[in-house]
């Protein structure tokens, strides 16, 4: 009903930049909060950013003041642009959105497949 698929990841040196992108496609009637996970190897799957349908952003202490989530709600897109990368960032990012999907009454949580940031040092 409702799929996500990122984009953006890929191989930076420390300090670097990288913007990922989840567009979510599908029958939507309306999204949600969307969020940004990762997971690093031998770690548990952790809540990098949130963002509401009113705008309104958490993030982890470990990115704050680095990272920032944003939405464009026309294109059903989230955005995780993260500045000043550090190695402990690499791992697999993930978005995840809860959306109403059209002609369900409930809503439910999508999961992207998820793209590898890895950062060098």
């Known amino acids: 009903q409702v799929q996500l698929a990122e984009s953006g990841g890929g191989l930076v040196q420390a300090g670097g930049s990288l913007r990922l992108s989840c567009a979510a496609s599908?029958?939507?009637?309306?999204?949600?909060?969307m969020n940004w996970y990762r997971q690093a190897p031998g770690k548990q799957r952790e809540l990098v950013a949130t963002i509401t349908d009113g705008g309104g952003t958490n993030y982890a202490d470990s990115v704050k003041g680095r990272f920032t989530i944003s939405r464009a709600d026309a294109k059903n897109t989230v955005y995780l642009q993260m500045n000043s990368l550090k190695p402990e960032d690499t791992a697999v990012y993930y978005c995840?959105?809860?959306?109403?999907?059209?002609?369900?009454?409930?809503?439910?949580?999508?999961w992207g497949q998820g793209t590898q940031v890895t950062v060098s040092s």
């Open positions: 599908g029958s939507i009637f309306s999204i949600n909060a």
């Open positions: 995840r959105c809860t959306a109403l999907p059209v002609g369900v009454v409930t809503p439910r949580n999508y």
